[in-house]
């Protein structure tokens, strides 16, 4: 497994992202078999884990935590976020959700709020120590930027932190190179996490070109389009209520057909490496400029140890410049 560098130490270049375990958009959880697949994970040579308390309200951090229990701490790095909050109306309403995902405002839904204010910093970042039942956290990120709340004291929050050693690396997410130029004028900012895929290349001359040049990692989110690029997803899938997926209309049986004709036009690359097309996806992530880890969620034992055979996988320039071809040719034709 390719490993990789995060501030002061590595990680392998394929990661676990912990969104769906928490069951919140995504139809609800196993516990059990999510805790297997974690194990799964770092058997096959996956060593960073990726969560949120607001995946699932503390539940995705909750099942984290029970499975490394199980593990060598020292072995494990932890990721983890702050900055969405349901226990109190600080900075600004950012939506209402239920136990399922985002949601009509009602006496059953949780008000979330955008807010990185220090002493929220600290009061989430003591919240998430105890639900991932450790004593520190290996990568600390704001999940969402605050807009009534100046980055530089955030910053300064984070780096108080970091020097107590309750954490050991600073992140941000859905960020700006204007936000991401404000932490660094703090202090050192080590990883930038977005989303990015064959379907999602916005950031390329953005994020992850300010990456590039300034020494921040970048970690790749939702870089299969959420089982798309799999090639998995067929005109019969369903998705239960609560799934994010279900109403997407990037998820429409039209859409599905478009992604796998282009997927075919690669697959014979995937099978000189002998590997699946999402292995081949995940690989051409990381093989990208700027983009230096990829997070991939895993439901079960199965699932996990196949993305983590992609960390093994070495393209060409030649089979990235036909996959490039493809992905120019096809992708902006799906939504």
Known sequence: ??????????????????????????????????????????????????????????????????????????????????????????????????????????????????????????YEVEESLKRLGTDYIDLYQTHWQDPTTPIEESMEALLQLKKEGKIRAIGCSNATPEDMQKYLSVGQLDVDQEKYSMLDRDLETTNLEFAATNNISFLAYSPLGQGLLTGKIGADRNFEEGDQRLDNPRFSIENRAKVMTMLNEFKQIADNHNATLGQLAIAWTFHKRGCSHVLIGARTPAQARENALAGDIKLTVAEIDLIQAAISKYAPNIC
């Not at 560098?5 to 059990?32: C, K, L, R, Y």
């Not at 226990?87 to 059953?108: C, Q």
């Open 1 to 122: 497994m390719l490993k990789r560098n995060i501030g002061d130490f590595e990680a392998s270049v394929v990661a676990f992202g912990a969104w769906a375990i928490g069951g919140w958009m995504w139809g609800g959880t196993e516990e059990s078999e999510s805790i297997k697949a974690i194990h799964a994970a770092f058997d096959s040579g996956i060593t960073m884990i990726d969560t949120a308390p607001a995946y699932g309200f503390g539940n995705s951090e909750i099942i984290v935590g029970k499975a490394i229990k199980q593990l060598k701490r020292e072995k494990v790095i932890i990721a983890t976020k702050c900055g969405l909050i349901w226990h109190d109306k600080l900075g600004e309403k950012f939506f209402d959700s239920d136990e399922k995902g985002p949601t009509e405002a009602s006496s059953a839904s949780k008000e979330i709020y955008r807010c990185l204010r220090p002493e929220i910093i600290r």
